[in-house]
C-alpha cells in the first residue's frame, strides 16, 4: 500500500466495479474510496447494489469486471489475506439461531484461533458489553430483533476487525434497538475500526457516515460528505408562513417570479414552500412581499433533507422506492 | 436486558470490549474441521429427534425386516438374519447419507454460511467438520444395528475382525457418496427439494439391490440391473467381510466407486461453494 502525501491511508478502493448475474447488472461501474478509520455509508434503495457491493469486498462474490482492493489487497488474488482482516455482518442474521449466543460467539472465538478458555473469556466480555448476558444461554432464535442484531454484531468483533462491514445493521429494528447499534458503531470507529455500511435510511447515513455514496441503479449517483451532497442540490428551502392565509395565492406568484422555481403549497394552511439557489435569494423575496403587504410570521431557510438530495438526484424519492420493492 | 439492574457501566463494558486488539493466530484445517465438527454435535443438543434416524431407525428396520420376512424368505429367521442384517446396515447407513447436504443447504438459505466463508480458516473445513459428525453418525446407526443383531442372533462367521472391515468399507462408501448431496445442497433451492431429490436416488438404489433377497430370485430382466447397482456391490463386500469370506472383486469395485465420486464430487461441491 502506497500512499501518496497528505492522502489519507484508504481501507477500501473500488474502480469501475461491474457485476452482472446472468442478464441483471447488478454493479454497472461503481467507484468507492473509504478512508480508513471513518464510516462509509452506501445509501440506496432496495436492488440499487449495496449489498452486492458489500458482498464483493467481503470477497464472498467475484466481480466481473472493475476492481476492488481492500487495505491494498485485490479483492480476487489477495481473498485470504483480506478475510484477515474484515468481517462481516449481513442482512440476515449471520449466526447459528439454533445455537445459543455463548456457543455462537465460541464457535467464531474457537475459529479466530482462540484456546477455549480464550474463547470463552471473550464470548462473556462480549455478551456482558452488548448486554446479552441473561440470554447467554439460550438460543438465538428465541431473541428479540435487536438482540440477533447484537449477538450478529458480537461476532463481527470476536476479534476486532480492521474493517467491518454492515449491511442494513437497523433495518426492522425499533428506535430504542437501532440507538443502541449506533452506538455500538460509534465505539467501534472510536477504537479505530473502519465501518462500511449500507442504508436505506437517509437519517441514519447522516447520523453515522463521515461520507456518503448514493447508489441507484448499479451506479454511484452522487458522493461526499452529507452536507456536500445537502450543498449540491441548492442552499436548501426557504420556508414562509403567512399571518394572513388569505393571502396565500399573492404570495405564491410573488415567489414564483422571483425564484422560478415551483412553490409547494401542502406546507399547511398558512404556509409556502420554495426551493431556493441562493440565500441572498431568500431576502430579496421577503422584503418582496414585505413591500407588497403581505404579513409574514415566520420564515426558515433550511438545509436539504437527504431524502430530498435523494429526490433530487434520482427523480424518486427513496421511501417510495422501497415500498415499490417490497409490495 | 434491563441496563439499570446491571451494576457496571454498559459503556464503559461496551469501550473495553470493542478495544480489544487481540489477535490470535488463526486456527489451522484440522482444528476449524473439528470446530465445525463440534457444532453440528451440539445442534443435537437441542433438537435431540434428529437421532431418530440413527437409532430408532437401524432397531425398527432390524426387527421389520428380520421377523416380516425372515419365515418366508430363508425359511427361518435366524437363518434371514445372517443375511440381511449387512444388508439392512448398508441401506440405513447410506440413507441418512444425505444429511451433509441438507445441513449444507440449511446454512446457505441462513446468513451465517456467508460469515463461515469470511473467516480466515481453511474454507473447505466447514464441509470437513460436517462430514466427520457423519463418520460419527453412521457408526452410531452400525453400532447399535450390530448390537441389536447380535442379541436376535447374528454371528458372524468373519467375527470382530470380519465386522470391523465390513463397516469400515460401508464408512469409506458413505463419506463418498455424501459430497453428491453436498453438491446438490449447494444447487437445490430448499432443503425439502433437496429431500425429494435424494430420496428420489436412495429409494431404487437402496430397494433395487440384493439387500433383502438373493438376485437369483429375480426375473431375468431385472437380474442384470440389481447386480449392477452400486449398492449390491457394496452389499455382497460388507456380507464377505462379515461372513468370513472376503469378496475382493466386489470390494476393490467398491474402493474405484468411492474414489470417482469424491473425485467428481469433492471438487465439484468446492467449486460451488466457492462460486455461490
Known sequence: ?327 | MNKKQVPFNQQDALRAAVSTSERPKNAGPVSASLTFGGRMLLKIKYVPEQLFDITAFPIIFLLMFTYLFGGALAGSTEAYLQFVLPGVLVLTVVSITMYTGIELNNDITKGIFDRFRTLPVWRPSVLVGALLVDLVRYSIASAIMLTLGFILGFRPEGGLVGVLLGVGILLVFAFSISWIWTTLGLVMRSEKSLMGASMMVLFPLTFISNVFVDPDTMPSWLQPIVENNPVSFLVVAVRGFMGGDPAFAEVGWVFVGSFLLVLVFAPLTMYLYYKK
Open chain 1, 1 to 327: 500500500m502506497d500512499n501518496k502525501a497528505g492522502e489519507p491511508r484508504m481501507a477500501v478502493v473500488v474502480k469501475g466495479l461491474e457485476k452482472t448475474f446472468g442478464t441483471t447488472r447488478a454493479l454497472d461501474g461503481v467507484d468507492l474510496k473509504v478512508p480508513a478509520g471513518t464510516v462509509y455509508g452506501v445509501l440506496g434503495p432496495n436492488g440499487a447494489g449495496k449489498t452486492t457491493v458489500i458482498r464483493v469486498l467481503a470477497t464472498l462474490l467475484q466481480p466481473s469486471g472493475g476492481r476492488a482492493e481492500v487495505f491494498g489487497y485485490d479483492v480476487v488474488g489477495g481473498a485470504a489475506h483480506i478475510r484477515k482482516r474484515i468481517s462481516m455482518t449481513g442482512q440476515f442474521a449471520s449466526v447459528d439461531k439454533d445455537l445459543s449466543g455463548m456457543e455462537n460467539l465460541h464457535l467464531i472465538g474457537r475459529l479466530m484461533g482462540f484456546t477455549r478458555a480464550q474463547a470463552k473469556a471473550r464470548a462473556y466480555e462480549l455478551l456482558r458489553a452488548f448486554g446479552l448476558e441473561e440470554a447467554a444461554k439460550k438460543q438465538v432464535k428465541q431473541y428479540s430483533g435487536g438482540m440477533q442484531r447484537r449477538i450478529d454484531i458480537a461476532a463481527s468483533i470476536v476479534v476486532t476487525p480492521d474493517l467491518l462491514f454492515l449491511d442494513e445493521p437497523t433495518t426492522g429494528l425499533d428506535p430504542r434497538s437501532r440507538n443502541q447499534v449506533w452506538d455500538i458503531i460509534r465505539m467501534l470507529v472510536d477504537t479505530g475500526t473502519t465501518v462500511l455500511l449500507t442504508t436505506q435510511y437517509l437519517d441514519e447515513a447522516d447520523q453515522l457516515a463521515d461520507r456518503i455514496a448514493v447508489v441507484d441503479q448499479g451506479k454511484v449517483i452522487a458522493e461526499g460528505t452529507s452536507g456536500e451532497l445537502k450543498a449540491s442540490v441548492g442552499v436548501g428551502k426557504l420556508h414562509v408562513r403567512l399571518q394572513d392565509p388569505g393571502q396565500r395565492s399573492l404570495a405564491a406568484q410573488l415567489l414564483q417570479q422571483k425564484l422560478g422555481t415551483a412553490v409547494d403549497y401542502s406546507f399547511n394552511g398558512s404556509g409556502l414552500t420554495a426551493q431556493v439557489a441562493e440565500n441572498s435569494l431568500a431576502v430579496q423575496i421577503l422584503d418582496e412581499l414585505n413591500k407588497a403587504g403581505v404579513a409574514v410570521s415566520d420564515f426558515s431557510v433550511g438545509k436539504p433533507s437527504l431524502d430530498e438530495v435523494f429526490l433530487t438526484l434520482t427523480g424518486r424519492s427513496a421511501e417510495e422506492e422501497e415500498v415499490e420493492a417490497e409490495g
